[in-house]
């Protein structure tokens, strides 16, 4: 293909930066490539030669002992990003992972789930369930207060779930775990003026009942992040999520409150000395917005003690840094490409298949699934922190996870096959392939910013996909903004047909608020009987049983193999780093180690030798 030839140049900058990923499909233009290769200067090695970070090398817990824990002191923690946070500070509104993250420091849920992700005793309230799985009873603790002194009660739970069902709610918390409230949908709808399924027992007691008993309620299904009632209920219901409450001055009952905030740039936050677990160790803690490509030195230098999300791609560079620690675990999440099939439907509330989108082929997404090697880009970016993906349920989850499916394999040969056999040629010999009808066919390829690799790794898929006859842009040649990104694909842009994200999966397994018919956050917006049908198989009483569940979401992973409105690029550790004097801090589930007991043994930030 004349195309080829025309854009080694590209070509080589990408197999300088993947340094052994070839894209290519036949021995004359390796020869080419390798030919010219020989002039360029590489600073990467191929991934055969270099030596991989194993995940057996890190704990999820750093732990120096309580009894070096100085009294109170100030600690810089990292929101490691490119863009500013939202500001949507409750969890019945927000939107963003970075304003999850300043959450969680001051807000929480009232249960808590151990290492198996169910949800146990341990937390702020008790839950107990009836016999047929339906009822489920929660009892908030007496001494779980909201940071102005007022009690948690149970109509502020009551208040999140007729708040979040409400025809004027705005936010995207409405789902099928909420909608399978009994009595939620005719709520919803605006046919009953409260939620039948939901009986304040007494002050601290509340009664959810469930129309289907499904295992996923015990697993994140069951919401239970109350909303203020005493400050909420004076503010129309639409007005919510841009209110000062939501975004000036919230609040919770978490281990913080909330000082100052600096809108979309930091934090500020105080210890809560009634907090239920316990008083503090720290008497403030700063989240500021740090760039990802600054946020190593950041640490180095001591103006940031922490940083709960630090880039893995930055680890093999500071791995020695005499000044930090390191922890890890296996992320709930994974990268993806995703393919756009159709529109979000306000008005019905689902998703709607577009038969004359231009990725409506499957053949078409599964040679672009074939055409990119991602274990190269995961051991030649990541160091071995990352990994190729093959389902669309990742490691995180064992139990459900199928390790014996390989997913859609790198396989260039196969891509130009499938592509040949649809009828995708290159009629006009200009180096791309056009569509079964002769028509040129030119794909936008959205992608977000990230760090260092985000744009050479957008540039090699787009490559990748040119060494087998597709005409990839770059959506406005350049990478998007973080929350510009999120809203375009979130708004079904048209200019948008291939995309590039990252799902954090829920505790639950269940891909229902991914992939779901029903899911505003089903972004490629695909949909099948046979999706449904597995769906609802997987939340269905036989469910319970932990080897049908696990047979059902085998069969689902296959089917989204066979379809792919996405496939999986990489699967993801997640990574902490901090300053040594940081003590008490954990990454992952269940580990039983809470933000009220970090601290610091030091006065200073100790300092790089």
């Known amino acids: 293909m004349k195309k080829v030839k025309s854009s080694r140049y590209w070509y080589l900058v990408i197999l300088v930066l993947l340094a052994g990923i070839t894209a290519c499909s036949n021995d004359e233009t390796k020869a080419d490539v390798e030919e010219e290769s020989n002039d360029e200067e590489s600073d990467g090695e191929s991934s055969e030669s270099k030596d991989l970070v194993s995940m057996d090398d890190f704990s999820n817990i750093k732990n120096s002992g309580s009894e070096n824990i100085i009294d109170g002191g100030s600690m810089n923690v990292a929101l490691t990003s490119d863009s500013a946070f939202e500001g949507t500070l409750n969890w019945s509104f927000y939107f963003g992972t970075h304003d ?26 008790t839950y107990e369930v009836s016999d047929d799985n339906r009822t489920y009873t929660i009892e908030i603790r007496d001494d779980v207060n909201w940071h ?15 708040v979040i069902g409400h025809p004027d709610y705005t936010g995207m918390r409405y789902g099928e775990d909420i909608a399978n409230v ?72 978490g281990p913080f409150k909330v000082e100052n905030i600096v809108p979309g740039e930091s934090v500020t936050l105080e210890k809560n000395e009634d907090y239920w677990r316990g008083e503090p160790n720290l008497d403030e803690v700063v989240l500021q917005v740090v760039g990802p490509n600054v946020v190593a030195e950041a640490l180095r230098s001591g103006e940031i003690d922490y940083a709960p999300e630090f880039p893995t791609d930055q680890y093999t560079d500071n791995k020695d840094v005499s000044n930090l620690d390191y922890i890890a675990t296996t992320d709930r999440a994974y990268t993806y490409i995703g393919f756009k099939l159709g529109e979000w439907d306000a008005a019905a509330g689902e998703n709607v298949m577009n038969p004359d989108a231009k990725m409506a082929d499957v053949n078409l997404r599964k040679a672009m699934a074939h055409a990119v090697d991602n274990q190269a880009v995961a051991d030649n970016f990541y160091d071995g922190l990352r990994w190729a993906g093959t389902t669309l349920i990742p490691p995180s989850h064992p139990n459900y996870h199928d390790e014996n499916n390989e997913g859609l394999q790198y396989d260039q040969e196969m891509a130009n096959d499938i592509l040949d056999e649809a009828g995708y040629m290159d009629v006009n010999d200009d180096g791309f392939r056009e569509d079964p009808d002769g028509e040129e066919i030119t794909i936008q390829f959205a992608s977000m910013e990230g760090g260092d690799t985000a744009e050479p790794i957008a540039k090699y898929y787009i490559q990748a996909w040119e060494q ?52 505003p956050s089903n972004y490629s917006r ?84």
Not at 108 to 116: F, H, R, V
Not at 148 to 162: F, H, S, W
Not at 528 to 556: C, H, M, P, Q, T
């Open 468 to 519: 087998v006859g597709l005409n990839v842009e770059l959506l406005d040649g350049r990478l998007q903004e973080f929350n510009a990104f999120y809203d375009r694909v979130e708004n079904d842009d048209e200019d948008i047909d291939v995309f590039q994200a990252a799902w954090g999966v829920g505790i639950d397994v269940d891909p229902s608020s991914l992939y779901g018919r029903t899911s």
């Open 148 to 162: 102005d002194g007022e009690p948690v009660k149970a109509e502020d739970l009551a208040y999140a779930y007729e």
């Open 182 to 253: 009994e009595g939620m949908p005719e709520y919803h709808k605006g046919e009953a003026d409260s939620v039948s399924g939901i009986e304040i027992i007494d002050e601290k007691t509340i009664e959810v009942t469930f129309t289907e008993a499904t295992p996923s309620i015990v697993t994140g299904g069951l919401w239970n992040y109350p909303l203020a009632k005493h400050i909420f209920e004076d503010i129309p219901i639409e007005d919510m999520e841009s209110s000062g409450a939501v975004r000036e001055n919230p609040i919770g009952f």
């Open 100 to 125: 999850a993250q300043i959450l969680q420091w001051f807000d929480e849920a009232l249960l808590e789930w151990g290492e198996d992700y169910v949800y146990n005793n341990n937390g702020a309230a």
């Open 526 to 609: 695909y949909t099948s009987e046979k999706n449904d049908e597995l769906i609802n198989d997987g939340l269905s009483a036989e469910a319970f049983d932990l080897d049908y569940r696990s047979e059902v979401y085998n069969e689902w992973q296959q089917v989204m193999i066979e379809e792919v409105p996405v496939f999986p690029t990489l699967y993801r550790s997640v990574m902490s780093a901090a300053n040594k004097r940081v003590t008490n801090i954990s990454i992952g589930d269940g580990t039983e180690v809470y933000l009220n007991e970090i601290g610091i043994t030091k006065e200073e930030p100790v300092l790089e030798e």
